[in-house]
């Protein structure tokens, strides 16, 4: 079984900047983040697969850069220039080969509030 231990994370004004990490417990293929705002789907945030380039979501392209270290089995999302519509829980997301299949582990979720 696969652990992930997120920190970050908390209240900052509009424009401001916070920054996410994530351990995992093993060495995963694809590491990521998603957030989910209230009442609304939980959504991909960005993530990135061994050997690519992250992939972002449009909505924070330019303001979040995601960086991974592979040795260490982690990933950290920084956040720039934050937005109100940026609340929500976010959570990282880690894949990984068992046999044949691609298996999903979650974090427990960490709060984002933006707001003056």
């Known amino acids: 079984q696969v652990q992930l231990v997120e920190s970050g994370g908390g209240l900052v004004q509009p424009g401001g900047s916070l920054r996410l990490s994530c351990a995992a417990s093993a060495s995963m293929s694809t590491m990521g983040w998603y957030r989910q705002a209230p009442g609304k789907q939980r959504e991909l945030v960005a993530a990135i697969t061994n050997g690519a380039t992250p992939n972002y979501a449009d909505s924070v392209k330019g303001r979040f850069t995601m960086s991974r270290d592979n040795a260490k089995n982690t990933v950290d999302l920084q956040m720039n220039s934050l937005k109100p519509e940026d609340t929500a829980v976010y959570y990282c997301?880690?894949?990984?080969?068992?046999?044949?299949?691609?298996?999903?582990?979650w974090g427990q979720g960490t709060q984002v509030t933006v707001s003056s």
């Open positions: 997301n880690a894949r990984r080969w068992e046999g044949i299949y691609s298996r999903a582990y």
